[in-house]
Every structure is written in C-alpha cells, then in structure tokens.
C-alpha cells in the first residue's frame, strides 16, 4: 500500500514533519522513520527487505510544496523610482 502523506499529514507529529521537510529530496524513508508514520497514521505501507518504504512521486511533490511554501504577499524587492523632476 502507498502512503498518501497529504491525507494523513496532519496525523504526523510535529517531529516526522519536520524531519520530512528537511529532507524533501528523499526517496525512500529509513526504516526508523518509516515506523515513527506507520504508529502514528496507522498505515502499513510496503516495505522492501530492510524495512525502508519508497515514496511515491505524489508524496516527494507534496513533501516539496510543505518545505517551500509559496507566498502570497508579493516580491520582497521594492524597486524606487531615481528620477527626480
């Protein structure tokens, strides 16, 4: 089974977001971190012979919108007009 993280993000501790959105380039959690979002979504996601889960490409896209959010408050450049009249 496939994890699907955005309908369980807000299931995941503070901790496990965190660690996911510092490590955006993941493609397969480790097996500690893997177990940390089995206990506390309650998915069983598949797993290869070491314990690790791959992420899906939905998961590494949503993974990458959470760690650079975009904003909507405009450009953080102000540009002044020199010319005087």
Known sequence: MEMNLRDHW???SAATRQWLTDN?????LPRTLAATICEETGLSPDRDQHGETALSQEDRDFILAQASPVTTTGPMHRF???NQS
């Open 10 to 12: 807000h299931r995941l």
């Open 24 to 28: 955006p380039g993941c493609l397969i």
């Open 80 to 82: 002044f007009d020199a």
